[in-house]
């Protein structure tokens, strides 16, 4: 005997075959000096309990590392954050924070390899401390964004003076935004993913164009 499947049946069937692709995963890193605000903004906007590399700042750190603009500190990341956010049903960001410190400093390659772009987050208050990850991303040709974290909702700089004061390159978008807040974060976020889309497409462009003239 041949059984027919009944109406219900073929129904969740043809939603089955209709279902949509899973969002497609792209990596993005979040950079910075110590205490800027990097967890802080991966904490905010993941919609994952984000996986952190917290260590409490021990008397001998606290030596090292520059508390005065950051008092109630308590810990740091030795590895790194991670989080994630699904943009919208074909976008999903898997987000990796790298650690501030200057003795961390040789994890970055590691982190950075694979991803599209990096939010390099900058605290006006000690802008001595952000050359290095600025010079970081420009050396290897990464598209990156620069997001001045505007502690107790205000920033020690006009932008225009920030710029010149890290040298950074006027095809690098530079904002400000709260690492507090989810909007805020997410709204910086796109600035990175749409200025990597657009150098990825102009590199697209350009190898067509050389194809088309070496034949």
């Known amino acids: 005997m041949v059984s027919v499947p009944s109406p219900t049946q073929g129904a969740h069937s043809a939603a089955a075959a209709e279902d949509p692709p899973l969002p497609l995963p792209v990596k993005m890193v979040i950079a910075g000096g110590f205490g800027v605000g990097k967890t802080t903004a991966v904490g905010a906007i993941s919609e994952i309990r984000p996986l952190t590399t917290e260590a409490a700042i021990t008397e001998v750190a606290a030596g090292v590392d520059d508390l005065s603009h950051t008092p109630g500190k308590s810990t740091t990341t030795v590895a790194m954050d991670f989080g994630c956010i699904t943009l919208d049903p074909t976008l999903k960001l898997y987000l990796f924070g790298t650690p501030g410190q200057d003795r961390f400093g040789f994890m970055w390659d590691d982190i950075v390899e694979g991803s599209i772009g990096g939010l390099v987050i900058v605290d006006t208050r000690r802008l001595d401390e952000c050359y290095a990850a600025v010079d970081y991303f420009e050396h290897r040709e990464v598209p990156f964004a620069v997001a001045v974290n505007a502690f107790d909702g205000q920033v020690e700089h006009d932008l225009n003076e920030v710029r010149w004061a890290l040298d950074i390159a006027d095809g690098t978008p530079l904002i400000v935004f709260d690492a507090r807040?989810?909007?805020?974060?997410?709204?910086?976020?796109?600035?990175?993913?749409?200025?990597?889309?657009?150098?990825?497409?102009?590199?697209t462009t350009a190898t067509s164009a050389h194809s088309s003239q070496s034949t």
Do not use: N, P
């Open 181 to 203: 807040d989810t909007g805020s974060v997410r709204d910086a976020l796109l600035v990175v993913l749409d200025l990597a889309l657009s150098r990825a497409e102009a590199t």
